[in-house]
């Protein structure tokens, strides 16, 4: 069995990160995982022994322990059949990035690291409106994105940094309205071979 090939899609919380993934599931037939939604997820099921622990994590801005995100990764990646994914919101640490190197680097073929960038006030004013609009996430809003930004700051900023020495990063104006944000991906996505 081949190797699934996975794209790590990250970005300051309201970049458009979950927008354009979307965009890509439609038009290169990728399937989305994105970290955040995995952990909200098992944090509503009441059977979960992680639940309040993510709770706490996502409440506080803070980075869930490395070992629960892989795992819920890994039992996500096994319900597709297809080999193409779009992993958001991950890694998120250095932590995170050697967990993933150590429990599914030899498992997964990675083919680049998909960078939004998008300024802070205008990530910070999509997510409070966001919130406004009723998202429904207990971290829309201020206090919270406050604590994500300078958790995106401090410790995935690093991360794109490792890629970049990599050649892996594949950087996007994300500033833009969606459908010139997805012009950009469509570029980056369309001479891929996968």
């Known amino acids: 069995m081949t190797k699934p090939n ?87 640490s250095q932590d995170n990035l050697e967990g993933w190197e150590k429990e599914m680097s030899d498992k997964t073929n990675l083919l680049f690291v998909l960078v939004f960038d998008c300024s802070e006030e205008e990530c910070m004013k999509r997510c409070l409106d966001r919130g406004q609009a009723g998202s429904g996430r207990s971290d829309d809003n201020a206090e919270s994105l406050r604590k994500r930004v300078v958790t995106y700051t401090n410790d995935t900023q690093p991360i794109i940094n490792h890629f970049i020495g990599r050649n892996m990063v594949r950087r996007i104006d994300a500033s833009l309205d969606p459908d010139s944000v997805f012009s950009e991906v469509r570029s980056v996505f369309k001479d891929i071979e996968y």
């Open 6 to 92: 996975v794209v790590f899609v990250l970005g300051r919380p309201g970049s458009g990160k979950g927008t354009q993934c979307t965009k890509i599931v439609e038009t290169f037939g990728f399937v989305h995982l994105s970290a955040g939604d995995l952990l909200r997820e098992e944090r509503s099921k009441p059977s979960s022994e992680f639940g309040e622990l993510i709770e706490t994590h996502i409440r506080n801005g803070t980075i869930v322990p490395v070992e629960i995100t892989c795992a819920l990764i890994a039992q996500a990646m096994t319900q597709h059949e297809s080999r193409k994914f779009l992993i958001d919101g991950f890694p998120r």
